[in-house]
Structures are given as structure tokens and as C-alpha cells.
């Protein structure tokens, strides 16, 4: 069996932080809408992703040793990482409006994701299917975790699992109203699925990385306070 990701020290770090977070039960039983590729155009994967070296690593080695199979998706990015903010990130290119939802919030660059296909599939995770792998096997685990949030402890407390959300996104600033509760995965939905269903899938994968069981804990707690209701 292989493993979940291509980034066993990673996979290490965020069950250590897993483990011992607090769920922000409130904000799982916000609806989301479920993710459609085709009228969002990937709209969270507009500006690429920060990359730990453990991830730049593993993407360039793929990236060598699949070379031949990118070709075949019509993919041919000789260098697509880069640096910017100390760090390595994945490359941008300029976006058209017809790779661009119809409703991309201003305030985001019009740019997309050097890994995002005609049809705006990640390459990467397209190659990971047709090895077998889990889909999200060389995924950045930041891209496959959104609209997700581990926020660090604060002033000796617990990480929270949680989600951002507009007048309290991290990446909020001036001009900026923030990223996660921007785009359409991350922006509540009436009368979508409750959070903790539409994002079953990562929670999932999370729940794997860990060894502990976050959907059982978000859907327990959910129904405890529907009984309480009820009574």
C-alpha cells in the first residue's frame, strides 16, 4: 500500500499538531459548497503555493522521472518552481478571462498555478492517479488541505483545526479582504452541506495522517447538539 503523501516529514509534523488540536465544531456546521472545477476554474489555486523544501524536493524528482507522461497532458514547464519570500513556491502564469471564474474576486492577481491543465486539473495530481497513488500523493499538502486552517497555539493553548472565514481571514489586509474566505470552497453557501460534509474528504485524509478520528468527532458532536435541540 502506498503512502498517504510524498511528504513523510510533513505527514509527521501536522499529526503531531493534530493530535492534541481543538475542532472549531461552530464553524464545521457552516454550509460550504461542494467544489465545481468547472465553474470555479480553480480559482484557489490562482496565485501557486509556498513550498516546504521537503515538497520542492519530491515535486522536482516527479517532475524529471514523469517527464514523458506530462508531456502526454499537453504539460511542458521546464522550471516551474521559484523562489519568493525565502521560500520556494510554484510559478505563475498570466490567466485569460476564460481561465477565470466568472465571479474571481478582484482583488485576486489574474494569474493561475504553472501545474493547473487546460482544464484546470492539477498535473500533479493527475500524474499521482495514473500511478496509483492517492490522488493527493505530490499535492502541496497546504493546496489539498484548503480551505482547511491548523492555526498555531496561542499564548500556550491548543492548534485549531478551523476554517477562514471574511472579518477573520489570516491573509485579510488592507485592500486585501483575504484569501481562504474568498474563494468559492472556502465562502459560506446557503443551504450547502454542513463544512465537516463537504470537506469530508480532506478530513478524512487528515484523520488517516493522524490516527484520529476528526469526521467521527465533528459528526458525533454535531448530532449531540441536534438531540439537545430536539429535547
Known sequence: MHPLTAYPGLEKELARQLREAELDHEVFSLPLKVCE???????????????????????????????????????????????????????????????????????????????????????????????????WFWKPVSCWM????LRPRERGGRPVLTLAQAGND???????????????????????????????MELECLSVISGRDLVGELTRAAEEESWGIQR
Not at 510559478?91 to 498555478?113: D, I, M, N, Q, Y
Not at 488592507?174 to 484569501?179: A, E, H, I, K, L
Open 170 to 200: 489570516p491573509a485579510a489586509g488592507p485592500d486585501y479582504p483575504g484569501f481562504g474566505s474568498q474563494t468559492p470552497c472556502g465562502m459560506v453557501c446557503e443551504g450547502g452541506p454542513p463544512a465537516r460534509v463537504t470537506l469530508h
Open 37 to 135: 472545477l468547472s465553474r470555479c476554474r480553480a480559482t484557489c489555486c490562482h496565485d501557486g503555493a509556498l513550498l516546504e523544501p521537503e515538497e520542492s524536493r519530491a515535486i522536482r524528482e516527479v517532475m524529471t522521472a514523469r517527464r514523458g507522461l506530462l508531456a502526454s497532458y499537453g504539460w511542458d514547464h521546464p522550471d516551474p518552481l521559484t523562489h519568493g519570500g525565502g521560500r520556494e513556491r510554484t510559478v505563475t502564469l498570466p490567466a485569460g478571462l476564460s481561465e477565470l471564474a466568472e465571479e474571481f474576486p478582484a482583488h485576486f492577481p489574474k494569474t493561475r498555478c504553472v501545474f493547473l491543465d487546460a482544464e484546470h486539473r492539477c498535473v500533479l495530481q493527475r500524474l499521482a492517479v495514473d500511478d496509483g497513488r492517492h490522488p
Open 146 to 149: 484548503h480551505p482547511l486552517l
